[in-house]
């Protein structure tokens, strides 16, 4: 789907949480996002130390990835994995690396850490939303 950006949609940054709740291949931070189209789910995992901020959307069908709420990463903590037909994806780049979407990316979004709190924002985009 193909859609401009609306001119009143304005990209600011949204609390996800406590960045003390992240740890490496723990449970994700879920929130929502605002979007040319109205609210969009996201989340924030923690990988190798760092926070990695994506769209709750898989690549494959445009479903939330998680199979529990907050419940991102596959056993071995090493990749992110879609509850719906197991596509996985790296966790510090988002690029599908098995399943029916391989080769295509979630969408990344900005995330910075202030004051403890982690805090992600999403690009204005022309397309895809
Ligand atoms: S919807 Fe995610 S792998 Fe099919």
Sequence with gaps: ???????????????????????????????????PGGDISAFVVQFQGQAFAYLNRCAHVPVELDWLEGAFFDD?????????????????????????????????????????RVQIRRQHRTKHD
């Design 1 to 35: 789907m193909n859609e401009s950006t609306p001119s009143n949609w304005k990209s600011v940054w949204t609390d996800a949480g406590s960045a003390s709740e992240l740890f490496d291949g723990g449970s994700g931070l879920r929130t929502l996002i605002p979007g």
């Design 76 to 116: 071995s903590g090493q990749y992110l994995v879609c509850a719906t037909h197991g596509a996985m994806y790296e966790p510090n780049t988002g690029l599908c690396i098995d399943g029916p979407c391989r080769g295509r990316s979630l969408e990344a979004l900005e995330c910075r850490i202030e004051a403890g």
